[in-house]
């Protein structure tokens, strides 16, 4: 059991730049999500894939934000111009469809500085 | 919409003491809930889940919960706490397959 894997599990980047996180899931895992989390908050629900259709989109997640999972399997979140608000520790989890229970990796902490 | 609240940001208990961390929903049908625990720079790890049943369930690290749908409740105890204990809870309600946490409640365990 390799669990929920995101690379890298941390990344400082200057203001302005852009960076990509992946994710890769359980393997018999088909449905993938990404939160993002600030200091002293619970996860915020980002967007979720089921095999490789982006389901749902939160508001959050904004123009500068993309996420993929081309072949259902692993996943990449990509912010474009990354501003110092981005900073947090963005998750990613997974569960199997129709499971309710996700197992979480344990994030990618992102600073811009 | 669906939403959680845990009242308590901060909680210190002593070690050896009982703990009670509050959850309250928001939903209209039986929720599915659950608590996770996160350790400083770590992801989530699941405690516990409820989905239907028996309205107190048992989780991993001696924890427990019970709901209550008349106080939409879903509380999380401990009867003795460790000093491991010390770590971010968040309970989360599933909404359109997807988890909706709480804000957390912060937990520090005095020796």
């Known amino acids: 059991d390799t669990g929920v894997s995101q690379d890298p599990r941390h990344k400082i980047t200057k203001r302005g730049q852009n960076v990509t996180f992946r994710c890769d899931p359980i393997?018999?895992?088909?449905?993938l999500y990404w939160y993002r989390q600030t200091l002293g908050q619970g996860p915020e629900f980002l967007t979720y894939?089921?095999?490789?259709?982006?389901?749902?989109k939160s508001r959050l997640l904004s123009d500068r934000f993309s996420a993929e999972r081309p072949k259902g399997s692993f996943s990449t979140l990509e912010i474009q111009r990354t501003e110092q608000g981005d900073s947090a520790m963005y998750l990613c989890?997974?569960?199997?469809?129709?499971?309710?229970?996700?197992?979480f990796g344990q994030g990618t902490r992102l600073t811009v500085v | 919409a669906q939403s959680v609240t845990q009242p308590d940001i901060h909680i210190t208990v002593s070690e050896g003491a009982s703990l009670e961390l509050r959850c309250n929903y928001s939903?209209?049908?039986?929720?599915?809930l659950f608590w996770y625990v996160q350790s400083p720079g770590q992801g989530l790890q699941l405690l516990l889940k409820?989905?239907?049943?028996?309205?107190l369930v048992q989780g991993i690290k001696g924890f427990e919960a019970e709901f209550k749908r008349s106080q939409s409740s879903f509380n999380l105890r401990k009867p003795s706490v460790h000093w491991s204990d010390a770590a971010e809870y968040f309970c989360?309600?599933?909404?359109?397959?997807?988890?909706?946490f709480g804000q957390g409640t912060t937990l520090q365990v005095k020796p």
């Open positions: 894939f089921q095999n490789e259709a982006q389901l749902e």
């Open positions: 393997s018999e895992h088909n449905r």
């Open positions: 989890a997974s569960s199997r469809q129709g499971g309710t229970e996700a197992f």
């Open positions: 409820y989905f239907s049943g028996d309205t």
């Open positions: 939903y209209g049908a039986t929720p599915y």
């Open positions: 989360a309600v599933v909404s359109t397959g997807k988890l909706i």
